[in-house]
Nanobody
């Protein structure tokens, strides 16, 4: 699984956009299914979106469908999350992690592997 580092968070107005990036160090991210998760203060971590290692099959939580887009940039060894039409409810710390390839390929969701979580990146949506 290796080490993953999230970046790109910040403060935006409702309706604004942000692009998050998940970067891998020391291993090719393109060989792994990757998921984005988020956790708001006092709440449990929830799945947001994930992408398979091949065929680029994707999954989106109902709460973000039509607004978020997950993609790969293999040249930069990253997985990105483009977030548009942001709402205050999107406010959370966002994390990326390797996930079960079979689960995301089957369109069933994002099941994280047993690795540790990083620091994440803070996204705040407020006027």
């Amino acid at each position: 699984q290796g080490q993953l580092v999230e970046s790109g968070g910040g403060l935006v107005q409702p309706g604004g956009s942000l692009r998050l990036s998940c970067a891998a160090s020391g291993f090719p991210l393109e060989n792994y299914a990757i998921g984005w998760f988020r956790q708001a203060p006092g709440k449990e971590r929830e799945e947001v979106s994930c992408i398979s290692s091949s065929e680029s099959r994707t999954y989106y939580a109902d709460s973000v469908k039509g607004r978020f887009t997950i993609s790969r940039d293999n040249a930069k060894n990253t997985v990105n999350l483009q977030m548009n039409s942001l709402k205050p409810a999107d406010t959370a710390v966002y994390y990326c992690a390797t996930v079960s390839g079979g689960v995301v390929a089957g369109g069933l969701g994002c099941l994280p592997d047993s690795g540790s979580w990083g620091q994440g990146t803070q996204v705040t949506v407020s006027s």
